[in-house]
């Protein structure tokens, strides 16, 4: 299940998504994110995934690693669908017992978010595995290089969310060695209750935690041993370059995004 987790994974490939600029896949996907919360009904929902598969056909990325990689958060999915479900009222009443009722309010409301969420993470997934982690620092320190005006630290920034995005797949991997070789040992993670299985994890936690700080710690020497000191007058191997592929994918997202909200 730890390698099903698509955030923070690139995966290279030449295909049209990937050679869009870093900056417009943000923006696009900063206007995708902002739209889906703004569509309130399952016909918008049904365009929004008919152009993902677009999307991902075009990505030339394999569609069943895409969709596994909400594997992670099918809790986190039937969780919301269980809470809207017995929790939300209105409507004609489905099923009832003693006190707990299912009403379609609750059902449309559950099925409702869960959709919502699901496209969330394939359209956030899809950033990350078409945008490598060097472009996708550079384009978020553009975003946020008109708030340097301010005092925000935005190579800063820009650094410090690349790095734990980047840094998300590294510490599963490691996560994956360590409960492999506690399974050789006699370690037994998947038998017994929720509250067992939490508890048997917390051997794992330790020297998860100790590898994740010896990684930071031979990072930071690494950027030290460089002479890095953040973006201030720090020049590139490859500038980033608008083309017209771009600003046309951006006006698609646009047009879509204002004709799906009014669904």
């Known amino acids: 299940m730890l390698k099903d987790i698509t955030i923070g994974q690139y995966i290279a490939r030449d295909s049209l998504v990937h050679s869009l600029d870093a900056r417009i896949k943000i923006i696009i996907t900063a206007v995708l994110i ?12 049904g365009i929004f995934f008919l152009f993902l598969m677009v999307s991902i056909l075009l990505s030339k990325l394999p569609v069943m690693r895409v969709i596994k990689g909400l594997k992670p958060i099918l809790f986190l999915i039937l969780l919301t669908l269980f809470i809207h479900v017995f929790l939300t009222g209105g409507g004609e009443v489905l099923w009832s017992w003693k006190f707990i009722s299912i009403e379609s309010n609750g059902v449309y409301t559950g099925f409702f978010m869960v959709t919502r969420i699901f496209l969330l993470i394939m359209f956030t997934s899809l950033l990350t595995l ?34 734990a995005l980047r840094f998300i797949p590294t510490l599963l991997e490691e996560a994956d060695k360590i409960m492999k070789a506690q399974m050789a040992r006699g370690a037994d993670f998947e038998s017994g209750n929720l509250i067992e299985r939490a508890k048997s994890l917390v051997p794992l ?25 953040g ?30 909200s009014n669904f």
Not at 34 to 45: H, I, K, Y
Not at 207 to 228: G, H, N, T
């Open 231 to 260: 973006g201030e007058g720090r020049t590139r191997l490859h500038e980033m370059k608008y083309h017209y592929t771009d600003f046309i994918a951006l006006f698609i997202i646009l047009c879509l995004s204002v004709l799906v």
């Open 130 to 163: 078409t945008t490598s982690p060097l472009k996708l620092t550079d384009g978020i320190e553009y975003i946020l290089s008109p708030l340097k005006r301010f005092g925000v630290p935005a190579s800063e920034l820009s650094m410090m969310m690349t790095i």
């Open 34 to 45: 902002a739209a889906l919360f703004m569509v309130d009904s399952f016909t918008g929902f």
């Open 205 to 229: 936690l330790v020297p998860l935690f100790i590898s994740a700080f010896r990684r930071a710690d031979e990072l930071a020497l690494a950027m030290e041993s460089r002479c890095y000191r």
